[in-house]
């Protein structure tokens, strides 16, 4: 096999990669505790860089995964004050809870895509963690998000089954 045969699987599985992860962080969304729920997804995210390196082949680091991940996450304009509300509103009994409930794993799984999606350019285009730069990779998560929560869920589909 080729390289050039090798490269459309290697995003299909990266694809299929970052789906799973977000069907965890979505479930990880759904812890009633207030933070907690954040704390889980972050660890969800994390492992999701972690198996994405592991299918290129690159090395992984916890520390720069979990800087780079708060990098391009907290620069996030409304999505970085969206994500602790919604876990604190899980704090008032009934409404908040249900409200979190409704909010939170979709938050979750939102950025858990958009998050993959921006490794995966990155490791497509010969990157790895070491030469990772949040700034220029924002604009790129941010348009992933965008098309997520802009209920463009095909958009985002089509091209996760294209690279299928």
Known sequence: MDAAE??????????????????????????PLPGVDLAAISGVQLKMV???????GLPFSRDAAKSLIGALVGGGGAVVLSAPMGSLIKGVPVVGQIAGALTQPALAAATT??????????FETGGNLLNFN?????????????????AKPATARASAAKAD
């Open 113 to 122: 895509y958009a998050l993959g999606k921006v490794f995966i350019q990155h």
């Open 134 to 150: 949040a700034n220029d990779l924002r604009a790129y998560y941010g348009e992933q998000l965008a098309a997520v929560r802009e």
């Open 6 to 31: 090798q490269k459309p699987s290697l995003e299909s599985e990266a694809s299929r990669i970052v789906n799973s992860y977000m069907g965890w962080s979505a479930g990880a969304g759904l812890i």
């Open 50 to 56: 972690h198996s994405l390196s592991k299918l290129y």
